[in-house]
């Protein structure tokens, strides 16, 4: 799928989660529902970090760009070191590395133990970068035509609105982690969320994704998970705009709004 499609799909994941929560007796505060949200619309467009042309590799301009190329290399070392025997060499790494569960589980946790660790600035790194691909996810259009550095003012002050709101008792940072020392742990989890999710997206394209590695199908370890293949479409296709983007948004609302408990 495409950027603004990953992102819709992750926020509409979060606010998903959000309802089981407030299902389950649990419910978020609210701006641990928001925040989530939007880290979760970021991370969604995460994985393709693995292609030099995707929205995430242009967001924060030289410094996006290289990092891009540099997964892309690690993509593909690690492709070309585990490949199955019925898998040739890749000369890329694109839909390898970064688009499994383990790529997912290891990045959140990463960035749980340096919300956990590294304090308030480190908190505010995350929101911001996650801020700002959401800006340029879900407001895709708005994003293109506008500079990179308001872009960038947006994430911002988001970041730190966001983050002063949930360091104040009982509004987020505290979250599902209550233990001394453990302010912000949680932060990682619509990372992972934003990810997998990305990569259940990508299983209904045509190439499908191998969010199973390195678990062996076949003589594979890189096996293109997907839907049946008559239900396969390409990314950027018509089914894209004009069903799943409408369900997604649809889902999202819904789930937001039980999980805010407007629904009793």
């Not at 934003?194 to 190439?207: E, F, K, N, P, R």
């Given at each position: ?120 600035w480190a908190v505010l790194a995350i ?58 742990l949680w932060l990682g989890l619509p ?25 062996p199908i076949g003589n594979k370890r ?43």
């Open positions: 799928m495409m950027g603004p499609a990953h992102s819709l799909s992750g926020a509409t994941a979060w606010l998903g989660v959000g309802a089981a929560f407030y299902a389950l007796g649990e419910p978020m505060p609210w701006p641990v529902l928001l925040a989530g949200t939007l880290i979760c619309a970021g991370a969604a467009l995460a994985p393709d970090l693995d292609q030099k042309s995707a929205t995430i590799s242009r967001a924060f301009g030289p410094l996006s760009r290289s990092l891009a190329i540099l997964i892309d290399k690690l993509a593909t070392v690690v492709f070309n070191a585990t490949r199955g025997a019925g898998e040739r060499k890749r000369s890329g790494g694109h839909r390898t590395l970064t688009h499994t569960w383990v790529w997912a589980v290891l990045v959140g946790a990463g960035f749980s133990a340096a919300a956990s660790a590294g304090g308030r929101l911001f970068v996650h801020m700002v691909l959401a800006v340029e996810g879900l407001l895709w259009r708005a994003a293109r035509v506008s500079s990179d550095v308001l872009v960038w003012l947006l994430g911002a002050a988001g970041a730190w609105i966001l983050a002063g709101i949930m360091d104040q008792p009982g509004y987020g940072a505290n979250w599902l982690f209550a233990g001394e020392g453990q302010e912000y990372i992972v969320v934003g990810s997998v999710v990305h990569t259940i997206g990508d299983a209904l394209t045509i190439s499908g994704c191998p969010v199973l590695w390195p678990v890189w096996y293109p998970v997907g839907t049946p293949r008559f239900m396969r479409f390409r990314a950027g296709h018509w089914v894209e705009h004009k069903v799943l983007m409408p369900a997604f948004g649809l889902a999202g609302t819904a789930g937001g709004c039980y999980a805010l408990g407007f629904f009793g």
